[in-house]
């Protein structure tokens, strides 16, 4: 017995010894550069252990206190850099070397698996190619159908709405984005629009919020001590409800499939995200890991922008009224006109709103890569093995990438002026290898369904004037709503 407990006392000391050793390799590389002071102990853990909406706010301030380049320390043993900086950005995504993720995304496995944003790279690269089919330019015509059954539904449920008062857009967007992804990665129809039920929103977004409080504390990061918290035990019943609901596309896609031979004979043509998993013969668990993974992917970034985009047309009058001159010369006055793709890629002004909304509203605020070798350029080194942040939101609010960047201006994405923006400075779908796979399927959902509700309802701003508060429950939103009005429009 006691040499197990020698053993062991010196196990932990040894891994101590070499943690330490660790962080003292890092802190001499990294000394150099700035960032908030931290306790040799404890790194920057208080200053981050705070209320989510006040951590957020003060993680994406770092770089507009400290600089491009921020040197943080959430674990005492090992250094966050937190850039802004489109040189090293660029030679961060622009490359095949540092594709890695952090130590943050193993806080996302408990739901997503080992999945597309959270599986290591010979994984990930499997499994980009498996998926790549579904994304395909052949196949947007697919996507129009979609997109107006589910449109048409929330219309409906917005004339009934908007009779009775203010609507907070983020309420009903989410379950219109919800119904029409299901429908597009799983060919299962759902129905949450007319239930409004929120059990699988309630916990999905429960456990995103204990996702991000593990994200800023290095205690809640460790899965030992975070086993021993309230967080952990609400974070399994979470996962519970949403894994129920991901069995549950599973499952019925099966059922229809066994129905139907059209989705084993057409060569990859409509088949869903869904559909190529399971032809790829993997098992259940991994199969609603994916499920799971392209659901909230495709979920959370369109129903942010969409509902950001509404209210700030509703408080920008003459930016609605370019927006809604431009529908009209490309569909006429019929407010319920069907578009096709060609029509969507044609609606350029429109194009710049919803580019200005991803620079202005950035939909997911941070990336975290690992770096695989040193990287130097204009004589700073970040050092192999460093973990950085690549900080969009700060970019994207940079004064010196973007001009007055608190001010809310499509004309910054027009024709004219779109070249003066610097390479890797606007980042609204990360770049590189590892962009996001389904990034021109949420720019043409984002303007289908922004197209449909101007052509039916004016919107208004909301008295007394309303200020959003952001907050990141993994992507943007707003903490007090976005409320607008809505009147009937007569094209």
């Known amino acids: 017995m006691y040499t197990v407990v020698v053993a062991v006392f010196l196990s932990i000391l040894a891994v101590f010894l070499r943690s330490l050793y660790g962080r003292k390799v890092q802190y001499r590389a990294l000394s150099g550069l700035p960032g908030p002071p931290s306790n040799y102990l404890w790194g920057n853990l208080f200053e981050f252990n705070k209320h989510i909406e006040d951590t957020f706010e003060n993680f994406v301030g770092l770089n507009k206190k400290y600089g491009p380049i921020v040197v943080l320390w959430p674990h005492p043993w090992k250094p966050l850099v937190v850039l802004a900086h489109a040189k090293f950005i660029e030679r961060i995504l622009s490359t095949n070397t540092h594709l890695g993720k952090t130590s943050l995304y193993e806080c996302m496995q408990p739901f997503l698996g080992r999945s597309l944003v959270t599986s290591e790279v010979d994984a990930w690269k499997r499994i980009r190619k498996q998926a790549n089919t579904a994304f395909q330019p052949k196949i947007f015509d697919s996507f129009i159908p979609v997109f107006e059954y589910h449109e048409n539904r929330l219309i409906n449920i917005l004339k009934t709405k908007s009779q009775s008062g203010n609507i907070d857009l983020p309420t009903y967007v989410d379950l219109y984005v919800l119904d029409a992804v299901c429908e597009l990665m799983t060919n299962v129809k759902t129905n949450f629009q007319e239930t409004s039920d929120n059990g699988y ?129 490309i569909l006429g006055k019929d407010p319920n006109a069907v578009v096709t793709i060609q029509d969507l890629q044609n609606m350029n002004y429109l194009d710049c709103v919803i580019k200005e909304i991803l620079r202005y509203y950035t939909t997911v605020p941070a990336h975290e890569r690992l770096l695989d070798e040193d990287i130097t350029i204009d004589g700073i080194t970040l050092p192999k093995g460093t973990e950085v942040s690549i900080s969009i939101y700060a970019t994207h609010h940079n004064e010196k990438y973007f001009p007055n960047p608190h001010v809310f201006d499509p004309d910054r994405f027009s024709p004219e002026n779109v070249h003066k923006i610097q390479p890797y400075t606007y980042l609204p779908f990360t770049k590189g290898p590892r962009d996001c796979i389904g990034k021109t399927m949420a720019m043409l959902m984002m303007k289908s369904v922004i197209t449909k509700v101007i052509r039916n309802f004016q919107l208004l701003p909301v008295s007394p004037p309303h200020t959003p508060k952001p907050t990141s429950e993994f992507v943007l939103k707003s903490a007090n709503g976005l409320p607008v009005k809505m009147r009937s429009r007569i094209l």
């Open 201 to 329: 929103l309630k916990a999905r977004s429960d456990f995103l919020t204990i996702f991000m409080n593990r994200a800023y504390s290095w205690v809640k990061r460790s899965k030992f001590l975070f086993f021993l918290t309230k967080e952990h035990e609400v974070q399994k019943k979470c996962v519970v409800t949403l894994k129920k609901f991901s069995q549950y596309l599973i499952d019925t896609r099966k059922e229809a499939r066994k129905q139907s031979k059209v989705v084993d004979n057409d060569n990859g043509l409509n088949k869903t995200v869904l559909d190529l998993f399971m032809d790829a013969d993997i098992s259940e668990t991994n199969l609603r890991d994916h499920v799971d993974t392209f659901i909230v992917a495709g979920h959370d970034t369109p129903g942010s922008t969409i509902a950001f985009s509404l209210y700030e047309l509703a408080n920008h009058p003459e930016i609605q009224a370019k927006v809604v001159e431009e529908s009209i010369s």
